[in-house]
């Protein structure tokens, strides 16, 4: 299953509420899951089955959608959350969207 | 805490086998879960490569299977890719991480770049 992620690039200011996008090409029943990734830091887990938080996150962090349509809102955004962010479905083995890098504006 | 730990070569020539390692602390990986590899390529595209259950059965992806093998060593609590036939399309960073029941990687390694090239 393909997984397409958008923008791949997104400039945004501190206090900012985030939004990012992840299209699946078919659908995968809410098993996508989000990371965040930060440079040379192995990736860390955010969301699983669309909206459930991982223990530990931050609660600005929040995951939506159903069907093929998914999305990742930081609901202020933290200079500490600079990062790309991919996805990943689990619905069928499992693929990765090609992330998108967030930087400050 | 759990903490992954790829290690291995970072340069494998063509044709030839590339192997990691994956060091496990924190867990033991015959208590539970699947431990997996997956690799990222220049470009960002990722690729689930396979897994060793916690009883030490393997699943690989299809694209794969000819060439992948994963095994373990229970007494130092570690897992292992063996990638054979390797080309300069296998260039990536390679990642170990854990499955959780769920299918999502709940943690991961830091990764190690690999470079195939003559």
């Known amino acids: 299953i393909q997984m397409t992620q958008s923008p791949s690039l997104l400039s945004a200011s501190v206090g900012d509420r985030v939004t990012l996008s992840c299209k699946a090409g078919?659908?995968?029943?809410?098993?996508l899951a989000w990371y965040q990734q930060k440079l040379g830091e192995a990736p860390k887990l955010l969301i699983y089955?669309?909206?459930s938080l991982q223990t530990g996150i931050p609660s600005r962090f929040s995951g939506s959608g159903s069907g093929t349509d998914y999305t990742l809102t930081i609901s202020s955004l933290q200079p500490e959350d600079v990062a790309t962010y991919f996805c990943?479905?689990?619905?069928?083995?499992?693929?990765f969207g090609a992330g998108t890098k967030l930087e400050l504006k | 805490e759990i903490q992954l730990q790829e290690s291995g070569p970072g340069l494998v020539k063509p044709s030839q086998s590339l192997s990691l390692t994956c060091s496990v602390t924190?867990?033991?990986?015959?208590?539970?879960?699947?431990w997996s590899w997956i690799r990222k390529f220049p470009g960002n595209k990722m690729e689930w490569m396979g897994y060793?259950?916690?009883?030490?059965?393997?699943n690989y992806n299809p694209s794969l299977k000819s060439r992948i093998s994963i095994t373990r060593d229970t007494s130092k609590n570690q897992f292992f890719l063996q990638l054979n036939s390797v080309t300069t399309e296998d260039t990536a960073t390679y990642y170990c991480?854990?499955?959780?029941?769920?299918?999502?990687?709940?943690?991961w390694g830091q990764g190690v770049m690999v470079t195939v090239s003559s």
């Open positions: 060793i259950s916690y009883s030490g059965s393997t």
């Open positions: 078919q659908n995968i029943n809410n098993y």
């Open positions: 089955n669309a909206n």
């Open positions: 990943q479905q689990y619905n069928s083995w499992t693929t």
């Open positions: 924190g867990y033991t990986i015959t208590s539970g879960y699947d």
């Open positions: 991480a854990r499955i959780t029941t769920w299918g999502t990687f709940d943690y």
